[in-house]
């Protein structure tokens, strides 16, 4: 029937086809419209957010454990909400996004949160409820104290960033691992606080070096998909079906039931060394979830400091979160750092310069779900081995397992440069609403 279509209208395949894509064209064109229009109205609204860079100083007489700081992460960043078409394609509003930083300068230890100056008193006000003695100052942004990176400037530069090595889904170490060490009631001098290796490292390094870390959250807006179904799930969902199928699935039995027709029963027979995967699974779908992205940045002012000293310091700092493996469950990885392998992927050092002040310019920024345009997707394998992309790779932190990475060290921390203040002389606001 077709054939006499085609003979009867002398028209060929070739020509249907050409018919066939202009009346389809539209469709895509339309989709990449909406996706340009969507990012360039995000972009001008994020141009006009105002930022805020709080100081937290630490007071002398922290007792706590960091599951006070999961309250602040719950009440003060989890802004979980639905957006609209015309929030999210007229006005181009954002999910609001924080960043926890922790920053050794010359070997004296700060403790930073950014937020949108329109959240600064929810953030205030948290804090304070869980530690009323510490003391919140607003400062200048340290990360533009440093020039932009040059080739042959006065300092050198190194950066990566991190992400899980495995699923989301997986949790690394958290407090809560190392046992009743970490418990408020606990005496300090019996604690094991895992954040202290990296606060007493960054407390270590000499002037005229530094290190920034930070931790840029929101609540989780990551969806997985789904190869069985086509579809899309949210991270409790998707956490299920990790457990039912790619860890159980090798080892559950269907039968059918006899007892009652057209039923089946389903048989599992758990490993012995499953068990602490399924259970690290199961408790990470009750908490609260955040994306995050991880960077940190190591500098060396090359009129203080050799060349010697710059890459000892490169190498060490990418040991910063090796505390937090659990290799049967997951780890931290270092992921898009600012090297290259291969001598003659970038034999004229121009590739390296600008990845580095891409990297430095992300710092400042904050920038990790809203990359400009071009940074938004990986390049082809083969282009990305001479031009990486470095495309910021977010990904899902339990409320547990961010507070394990930053809260306040008590005082099982005795590192000299780590500045306290002393209890008596920071009291809350007398303005917090009662």
Known sequence: MIQEFLNTHNINLLQMLIVAVGYLMPIPLAYIALFLWHHYRQERFIMGIKWALLEIQVPRDVIKSPAAMELIFSNAFYHKSGKGFWEQYIQGAPWFWFSLEIVSIDGRVHFFVRTPTRMRNLVETQIYGQYPQAKVVEVDDYAFHVPQYKKNGDWNMWGCEFNKLKEDFLPFKTYKNFGDDMKTGIKEEFKIDPITPMIEYLGS????????????????LTKYHNHHTGKHMDFYEAAKFYIENDLLGPYTRTQKNDNVVGTFGKQVGMPEH????????NDGMSQLHFDCGIRLIALS??????????????????????QYAQPQINEINRVNSTQFDAPWSDPTGLALTKIKKRMLDFYRMRTFFHPPLQYAADYPKLLSAFFPANRPKPFVLSSEELATLFHFPGMVSETPSFKRIESKIAKPPSNLPI
Do not use: Y
């Open 205 to 220: 390094i000499p002037r005229g070096q530094q290190v920034w870390i930070q931790m840029v959250i929101r609540w989780s």
């Open 274 to 281: 499953l068990k602490p995967i399924v259970k690290a699974v």
């Open 301 to 322: 002012d090359k009129r203080l400091c050799t060349e010697d000293q710059f890459q000892n310091l490169r190498r060490e700092v990418r040991l910063l979160f090796r």
